[in-house]
């Protein structure tokens, strides 16, 4: 990318945090708690699946539903502007924890506990998570359920994933689908860095698609939750 190509990028990427600031200048109304209504449900943490729960629960309208969040409401324009996420570390709206020690990781930090950021905002850590989609590994599921989680073996969340995606990447694959709420989509801008770290990982012979399809495993573009 040229000068003055980086230059308009960074412009734009500018404009729009303004005009997204000024946009939320105007107060946010929030219903306040009431220790004397009775509510139907209580969902504590407004993270992904509070969020998800607490709206699909309240398209009844005859069911009231309290979400309760430990952090404020997402306006701040840098959780809207995926490339100032990395601003949000560390920040408010962050919890800041620390993972376990390590053994055989995280040797360049204090006790070998890695940061692990943790989202304490309306809409949790996919509000600090540069917008990135990953389904995770299909075996953390299936040991999930081993452990005794019901319900929670891959081929049985993997419907939910499917109803919830309306999926941009252009691949006609039995592990995306379209018309859900949710966007996911490639980066309409690559650098040239992220092609050759594609191309790197394929020279070496490690395998180059989909980590949200057949196997989480390999070398990709990142997918994003982005329209």
Sequence with gaps: MGNCQLFTFMLVGIIAMIA?????SGPVHINNFSPDVEYDYIIV?????????ANRLSEDPNTTVLLLEAGPVDTKSEIHTPLAWV???????????KAVPQRNAALASEDQRPYWPRGKVLGGSSSLNAMLYTRGSPADYDAWAEMGADGWKFEDVFPYFLKSEDSKL????????????????????STPAAKAFVEAGKELGYRVGDYNGESPFGFSPSQTTIR
């Design 20 to 24: 997204y600031q000024w946009m939320l």
């Design 45 to 53: 943490g407004a993270g992904s699946a509070g969020c998800v729960l």
């Design 170 to 189: 252009g691949e006609d694959s039995k592990y995306h689908s379209t018309g859900g709420p949710l966007t996911v989509s490639y980066p309409s801008y």
């Design 87 to 97: 601003s949000l570390l560390g920040s408010e709206v962050d919890w800041y924890y």
